[in-house]
């Protein structure tokens, strides 16, 4: 079964593909930039107020409502 949930609720070590990337036009292209493309593959590297999140094999660190509206798949196919 598949999952559409934000990136910042993955737990440490869990992967998940990118869905969808919402919001302001402007935050949403620079996350895009930073590799958060529908398809990407990212892994939670340490949640939290400050996340770490690993996308394309580099280590991004954010706050937590920089990445809520990285919208990604859970499951079988990530």
């Given amino acids: 079964m598949l999952n559409i949930i934000p990136l910042s609720l993955l737990a440490v070590g869990q ?14 292209r ?9 398809g990407a593959r990212v892994e939670m590297v340490r949640p939290g107020a400050t996340c770490i999140v690993r996308v394309d ?16 798949r859970t499951g079988h196919s990530a």
Avoid at 19 to 24: A, H, L, R, S, T
């Fill in 15 to 28: 992967i998940a593909e990118v869905f969808n990337v919402v919001g302001i036009t402007d935050h949403s």
């Fill in 30 to 38: 620079r996350l895009g930039e930073m590799g958060f493309r529908e």
């Fill in 57 to 72: 094999n580099c280590k991004l660190c954010f706050r937590d409502c920089d990445v809520s509206c990285v919208l990604v």
